[in-house]
Structures are given as C-alpha cells and as structure tokens.
C-alpha cells in the first residue's frame, strides 16, 4: 500500500493492472455477483453451473478487498462483502469430478476476502457479524464435506491434495 501511495515501482504497475485490467470488473467496486446453488468442475458438473462463475466470483471478492486495503474506499468494501454474502447464502453444492480441487483452489479466495473485510485495521463495519456467520456456514457445511479427505478415496492427479489444503 505504502509503494503505491508513493507510485513506486513495480507495485504501481502491478496495481494499475488490478485496477485496469482484471476482466469481467473483478476488481470493480459495481462488480454484480452471480451466486449460484450448485456448482463444479470436471464430468458429473450439475448443468448449466460450470465452476467458472464460482471461480469468478471469488476472484472479485478477494480483488475488491485488496482494492478496499489499497485505496481505502468502502465501495470496494461494499463489492466484497456483496460477493461473500451472495454466495454464502446461495451455494449448497460443489460437484463433478475435479469437485476437490473447484472447492480447493476456489475456497482460499473467498476466505481470503473474508479475513481481509473482517480483520484488516479492525475490518469494515459493513461486513456484520451475521454476515461472517453465513460465511462459515458455507465454508464448514458446503466447501469442507468436499476437502476434508484430501482428495481420497478418489486417485487423483498430484496436486488434488494440495489444493483441498485451503
């Protein structure tokens, strides 16, 4: 944040690409998620709910609180806690085949944005206690059931356990 503030290099220019060119307005404070209840990655997805949306959608969680850490404004606040709670409170399932690593590789981002909005210099004060539960919940009872055995019984390429490890 410092080197930014003093438009230093190369964290000036690492951060103007966060903010210019992040597809899809991820690191947008309009960002509009697009939660769904079902989601996964690989054969045996639930239809019309690729992992991509998901994947998307904690992306610019964790992008809108970096933005919020960087330049201290809480329309950047507002984006990620709009994106952990919209998805909190709408996924119920990660499935298919490559479910372990959907949840693996995709749960760290939200906990990320969610430990940033809530703890970063005393977390935002619109990111409510109630909102963090919601936020637990998902994480304990949708994204854990799918990680907690590493990848087994499944055979599974090598780097399944390590992305179950969020």
């Given amino acids: 944040k410092g080197h930014i503030e003093q438009g230093e290099e190369p964290w000036m220019s690492d ?3 966060l903010k210019n060119t992040v597809p899809n307005n991820m690191a947008g404070s309009d960002y509009e998620p697009q939660p769904l209840a079902a989601t996964g990655r690989g054969e045996n997805t639930p239809a019309g709910h690729e992992i991509a949306t998901f994947e998307q959608g904690g992306n ?3 992008f809108n609180a970096l933005q919020w850490v960087i330049t201290g404004d809480d329309a950047y606040a507002e984006a990620a806690v ?3 709670n919209a998805w909190a409170s ?3 399932i990660v499935d298919g085949r ?3 690593l959907g949840a693996g ?7 990320n944005a969610a430990e940033i909005i809530r703890y970063y210099h005393g977390g935002y004060s619109g990111y409510s206690d109630a909102d963090f539960a919601m936020f637990q919940d998902m994480c304990l009872n949708v994204l854990y059931p799918v990680i907690e ?7 599974a390429n090598g ?7 969020i």
Avoid at 105 to 110: A, L, P, S
Avoid at 149 to 155: I, Q, R, W
Avoid at 159 to 165: P, R, V
Wanted: net charge neutral.
């Fill in 98 to 100: 490559d479910r372990i």
């Fill in 60 to 62: 610019a969680a964790y």
């Fill in 159 to 165: 780097n399944w356990d390590t992305g179950a490890l």
């Fill in 149 to 155: 055995d590493l990848g087994a019984p499944m055979y």
């Fill in 90 to 92: 709408e996924l119920q």
């Fill in 15 to 17: 951060y103007l690409r």
């Fill in 105 to 111: 590789i995709n749960g760290y981002r939200y906990i």
């Fill in 82 to 84: 709009r994106t952990l």
